[in-house]
């Protein structure tokens, strides 16, 4: 794949994110109170090659010229509590607030997988959305239908980020595994 099919290929897996999402926002309407001026789950996070790649390139050809805020823990995309880039936010970013499925894998002391063959997934939410789930509700509250499969999409994104790290654009990122939003602003080079 050459790098513009795999940006191709990341920019429709983000819409597929974000329609999923859209439906499940209608979905839980009433118990959702994710709203502009909500940050809680804009920490700093860190991104794949590929995503921190894509969002340096959108950023840098914006119109907009855009100076970081110096708020500790928080993402360095945040102004005033906003997405500063909102329609360019990366996959995670499109799940904030949803309930997310996961498959939790435990490792021994050698760092061999416990029993892969009996996948253990978990179910995430958000406290200030779903106030009255607990762990030994969240079966009953969330049908396996209507919530975000966070292992399919993470396993799109990965084999991109795998294709991306094999051409030219991709060779300066060889050897990390993620990468801070906060060094978008500290760093010149990958
Ligand atoms: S990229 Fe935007 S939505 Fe994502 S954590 Fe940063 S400020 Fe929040």
Redesign the pocket.
Known sequence: MNIMEIIVGYEEVLKDVSKESDRLVRLYGESLVCKKGC?A???D?SLLPLEWYT?RERITSSQESFIPENTQG?????KEK?????SN??L??RT?GLPLLYLTEEYDAKGTRVAPEIPDWQISWCDLNFTSVTDETMEEVFDPEDVLNMEEWNTHLKQLNQEFLKTEEGAPFRGKERIS?QDLFTKTEA
């Open positions: 940050s789950c804009c920490t996070i969002l928080s993402c360095a995309l945040l906003s997405c500063s880039f909102y936010r990366p995670i970013c904030h939003i």
